[in-house]
């Protein structure tokens, strides 16, 4: 991403925590009702609106969750295990989770080297996320190091068939992210849908998605409504972001959100669409809130 704020560097310092700080008893049961703003956005509700927590990093946590309620959310997306009590004080969801140990967008379950930790984190976080009443967890195809595609289903495969067995017991939904190689995640393995979608018969797992990343794929390969129309079976999730700069959904950018709204949810789709734009404006919230509203279909 070209952001010098990059998800990249969040992601390792967002789940420095460790998930045994997380217990089921405290998680469940440490949710304290907030007074309601006279502000609160009255959003129609056809499309599940999230919101990523790595992007307003800068905002105290606890501040920025109170914020998300003014704004008519009710879920924040990329949150580690340590997080999650915070999120549930404020009545708020989890919409995509992180393992509990290390993630990396660059290696991932395309090189064997990764599976023995990345199995053991992702069987580490399942009951957790059962106990919290979380569905959803993001992973990563790896950068492809000269790998063809054929070794990159195969190794993802033995990796994802030791973990999802589990996954199904527990009702979890495991999703592979899709990134674009050419500006932001070089060498990105998953970086064009028919390689996910791919995958994803491979493994024949209804507990196994893509993310769907928009602002991603219109760089990549572009055709956004139609690609999403066709192969809606094997999204699980989405992220926004306006093409160029990854800035805020206005007319500024090169992306028609409203009509790509109009074609998730003619889909049938019920999963959550998390705000995952860079804010180029000083007032981060007030640009959250505009790109909400516009979503908001």
């Known amino acids: 991403m070209n952001h010098p704020s990059s998800r990249r560097k969040v992601i390792k310092n967002m789940i420095a925590g460790s998930a045994a700080l997380v217990t089921g ?11 309601k703003s006279e502000n609160i956005l009255k959003l129609k509700g056809n499309i599940n609106q999230s919101v990523c927590r790595w992007v307003y990093e800068s905002i105290p946590y606890e501040e920025f969750c109170q914020q998300v309620k003014d704004l008519g959310l009710h879920a924040i997306d990329l949150v580690a295990t340590k997080d999650w009590p915070l999120l549930q004080q404020y009545g708020l969801y989890c919409s995509m989770c992180y393992v509990a140990g290390e993630v990396s967008l660059t290696n991932g379950f395309n090189n064997p080297i990764y599976h023995g930790k990345l199995i053991s984190q992702y069987l580490e976080v399942f009951p957790l996320m059962a106990k919290a009443g979380y569905k959803n967890v993001i992973c990563f195809s790896g950068s492809r190091a000269g790998m063809d595609d054929e070794t990159g289903w195969n190794n993802c495969l033995k990796g994802l068939q030791q973990i999802m067995p589990a996954a199904e017991k527990q009702d979890i939904i495991v999703h592979m992210e899709l990134l674009n190689s050419r500006v932001d995640h070089k060498d990105y393995m998953c970086d064009h849908t028919s390689w996910g979608v791919a995958l994803c018969k491979k493994l024949g797992s209804p507990n196994f998605k893509l993310l769907y990343d928009i602002y991603h794929m219109q760089i990549d390969e572009g055709d956004v409504i139609r690609t999403i129309r066709n192969n809606h079976e094997f999204i699980g999730h989405f ?24 074609a998730i949810l003619e889909t049938g789709f019920k999963g ?26």
């Open 272 to 297: 959550y669409v998390a705000q995952e734009f860079v804010p180029s404006s000083k007032d981060k919230i007030a640009a959250l809130k505009q790109c909400v509203q516009i979503c908001d279909i």
């Open 25 to 35: 008893g405290h998680l469940l049961s440490s949710y304290t009702p907030q007074p």
């Open 239 to 262: 992220h926004t972001g306006g093409v160029p700069g990854r800035h805020e959904l206005d007319d500024t950018q090169e992306l028609c959100y409203p009509a790509i709204m109009r």
